[in-house]
């Protein structure tokens, strides 16, 4: 069940027939799409195993692009969470580009996966939050 972080649970969708993922984990996975000419993140998404995957590959992974993917229940796992979110950190300290696109995509599975990693706020810390969202950093 996922951590009450938001008003509402998030969800991902697949990015081809628009399916929650979260309904069957076990045959969703997280695309990241590297144009290797330009050593570029160009694209990450979510998607069912299979036919999805096959259509949007046909799609999205042109020329120099080379596509990588991860299980989706890799990132409810708090370990790989972790490591999967420093790994992008240290590609862009290291240099490796991401496109805007795949950046707002990368954080939407990032809060989204949250919700199973992280475990509900207590009342002291709600209030924490309540103090926190007033302050400018």
């Known amino acids: 069940m996922p951590a009450k972080l938001y008003s509402e649970d998030l969800i991902l969708k697949c990015a081809h027939c628009g399916k929650n993922l979260f309904e069957n984990i076990g045959m969703s996975i997280v695309v990241l799409v590297q144009d290797m000419q330009n050593n570029k993140i160009s694209d990450i998404y979510t ?26 229940s890799e990132f409810t796992n708090p370990f ?13 300290h290291d240099g490796i580009e991401i496109s805007q696109t795949a950046f ?14 992280m475990r509900d706020l207590t009342t002291g810390e709600k209030e924490s939050v309540r103090i926190d969202s007033m302050l400018p950093f």
Not at 80 to 92: D, E, G, P, R
Not at 104 to 117: F, G, N, P
């Open 80 to 92: 790989l969470f972790l490591k999967h979110v420093m790994a992008i950190m240290n590609n862009m």
């Open 47 to 72: 998607c069912c195993k299979g036919n999805c995957d096959d259509i949007l590959q046909k799609h999205r992974v042109t020329g120099s692009g080379s596509d990588g993917w991860k299980e989706l």
């Open 104 to 117: 707002e995509s990368y954080k939407e599975i990032v809060l989204a996966t949250a919700q199973y990693v």
